[in-house]
């Protein structure tokens, strides 16, 4: 194995596109890798062979912790294999050290086509959820999948946008491309069902309040089809609402003061969850977009 230069804390960066996670707030219980985690690591990602794991030796196991997190370790000296000696380092490492380590073992491993993947090991999923640990360790926040496949060009856009001002500014700056991506979706939306009856220049609310009313993928709503209904009404109460929040306290316009950071998680998760919600039932019947 052939480890790369040292990663410090400050090269770090989130790598995860925002449209496919939750933003959630920091959490102040240890969030570092559990022992199933690291288990799955081992097991399923780098791989096992008579105690020994991958293709490290004393040596190279060794020189992997010194280079990666300028953590010193003797496998030599280690009461066990070198796996039970990587198990133990890495669930006693730092959450810098351990995102660290992750990202070095997935430049060390890539994944493989999930047709050749053979009992899932080294699988396009795990490449997922490992990454999703990654943004974990070096945010603090908690990455909840949300698999948006279907997204328009201009969505995409405002979508990438938001993820770089998310990284770089913090959710206060996101706020208004967040917004822009799913105004721009529920057009799309709107557009493919041929929902009419609307303005030349709908607002947010005006479009969903019609995809409820004529998309195809709402009019079964399941179990529960009338709570579920008042949920969806609620919800465009909020849309309601968070269009003052874009326009007069986010970076959409010069505005004096901004929406406070947990504010702005609110604000782009309600969004989210309303994204999630959207492409989950018009994916039970149609083909992605565009």
Request: proline share 5%; glycine share 6%; with cysteine.
């Amino acid at each position: 194995m052939s480890p790369g230069p040292p990663t410090h804390r400050t090269d770090v960066l989130c790598r995860l596109p925002l449209h496919d996670n939750f933003v959630m707030a920091s959490s102040s219980t240890d969030l570092r890798l559990t022992r199933a985690e690291i288990t799955k690591l081992v097991y399923k990602w780098i791989g096992v062979s008579g105690g020994y794991l991958g293709n490290f030796s004393y040596t190279l196991h060794d020189r992997f912790w010194l280079d990666v997190c300028d953590v010193s370790v003797s496998t030599a000296a280690f009461a066990g294999t070198t796996r039970e000696c990587f198990e133990a380092t890495l669930f006693d490492a730092s959450a810098a050290d351990q995102a660290a380590a992750l990202r070095a073992i997935l430049d060390e491993y890539p994944p493989v086509d999930d047709r050749d993947a053979q009992g899932n090991f080294r699988a396009s999923r795990l490449h997922a959820e490992i990454l999703r640990w990654i943004e974990r360790l070096e945010t603090g926040h908690v990455a909840v999948p949300m698999h948006l496949a279907s997204t328009t060009d201009i969505v995409r856009r405002a979508l990438d946008d938001a993820d770089v001002l998310l990284k770089s500014s913090g959710p206060q700056s996101a706020v208004d491309r967040v917004h822009t991506a799913f105004h721009g979706y529920l057009y799309a939306l709107s557009n493919e069902a041929g929902v009419g009856g609307l303005p030349d220049r709908p607002t947010m609310n005006q479009l969903f309040k019609a995809i409820r009313g004529s998309h195809p993928a709402l009019t079964n709503l399941g179990p529960g089809a009338e709570e579920i209904s008042r949920v969806l009404q609620s919800m465009a109460t909020i849309l309601d609402a968070l269009n003052p929040v874009r326009n007069n306290a986010s970076v959409a316009h010069a505005n004096e003061s901004l929406v406070g950071e947990p504010e702005a998680v609110l604000v782009i998760n309600t969004i989210r969850t309303l994204l999630g919600y959207l492409e989950a039932k018009r994916r039970s019947l149609v083909a992605p977009l565009g």
